[in-house]
């Protein structure tokens, strides 16, 4: 696995690009907006969110009351959307009405965040108190708290990101600054861990292997930590392939994932549509590039970090972390 990573780090140096056009082909592959409907938000200096559906974007909401970033978001059956912006999590309804909001507390940050059922939501709180956190959105209580380790407890930004739980029940985490993939259950007790510097993502896939995300790029590990499938900038070598955040692994076996683009080191924090790398590629398992997103104009989606697939029936509330429920 060391070998690998040391491969695909230098495969992403290689082909990164400083200047000019962000490498693509003339002709993207897939139909554009019309290839999924889809939920899309991204970390940007504005928050904002967007349903597209039938290639069009069908609803949008624009946080202009929030601080930070959004970093993760999730919209349930019911069209409820959970947001993590950085420096807090809520609940927006289809009617752009906020359901719940809860501040991170200062010197902390909140990155990720999704629905345990209709009433709670699971998040965690990077700072100098690191932990895992489930909030009751109809009482407003805080039902439970877990400490986590961290490996630097004055550098908040960089310990966590993305989240998610797992069919068993457990709290798949990216630990950013501890370099790797961890489990934790419903006591904290931690029962899995994986090496990956530059992680951003972790997913666990209905075959009980895992997808991770970050920097290196897209590697799937099974629970020994073999890798059995991956992909790195080297094999996609007609696109500008850095800032890889989030995968996932699609019904039909392909992976989709996202680039960010960077538009906190512009001074202008604005980024040239026409410079701008394609927001997501989604790749066959021979790792054939079959849609490619580059929304910049007309419309503009911005930075991408998630894109949550709607063009199939789904209830991703119907999740637990132990016995909650």
């Known amino acids: 696995m060391k070998a690998l990573l040391h491969v695909i780090a230098a495969a992403a140096m290689s082909l990164c690009s400083t200047a000019g056009a962000a490498r693509m082909p003339d002709v993207l592959p897939g139909k554009g907006l019309a290839q999924h409907d889809f939920l899309y938000t991204g970390q940007a200096h504005t928050r904002d969110v967007y349903i597209v559906r039938g290639g069009k974007v069908v609803w949008e909401f624009h946080d202009e009351k929030a601080r930070g970033e959004i970093s993760d978001a999730v919209m349930a059956s019911d069209g409820r959307i959970v947001l993590a912006h950085q420096f ?26 999704q629905f345990i059922g209709r009433e709670r939501v699971i998040f965690l709180q990077s700072g100098p108190r690191p932990r895992i956190m489930v909030a009751n959105i109809n009482s407003g209580r805080i ?27 457990t709290y798949l985490v990216a630990q950013m600054d501890l370099a790797r993939a961890a489990e934790f259950d419903e006591r904290g007790n931690i029962v899995w861990t994986h090496p990956f510097p530059g992680i951003w993502s972790a997913e666990r896939l209905a075959n009980g292997n895992t997808l991770l995300c970050g920097k290196p790029g897209v590697v799937e590990i099974d629970p020994a930590g073999k890798t059995v499938w991956h992909l790195t900038p080297a094999d996609i070598p007609e696109y500008e392939s850095r800032n890889r955040q989030i995968a996932q692994r699609l019904p039909n076996g392909n992976t989709l994932f996202n680039h960010w683009e960077n538009e906190w080191d512009r001074p202008s924090k604005k980024i040239d549509p026409d410079k701008a790398m394609v927001q997501a590629l989604e790749v066959t398992p ?8 580059h929304a910049w104009k007309s419309p ?10 709607l063009d199939r029936p789904q209830r991703l509330e119907d999740v637990h972390f132990g016995a909650i429920r």
Do not use: C, M
């Open 143 to 169: 039902e439970r708290e877990i400490a986590i380790p961290a490996g630097d407890l004055a550098k908040t930004h960089g310990q966590v990101r993305h989240a998610r739980l797992t069919p068993a029940g």
């Open 88 to 113: 807090g999590v809520k609940v927006i309804d289809q009617a752009r009405k906020t359901r719940w909001a809860l501040d991170a507390e200062p010197e902390h940050e909140i990155h990720t965040a």
């Open 286 to 293: 021979s790792k054939k590039v079959v849609w490619a997103l």
């Open 300 to 309: 503009n989606l911005g930075p991408s970090t998630i894109v949550q697939l």
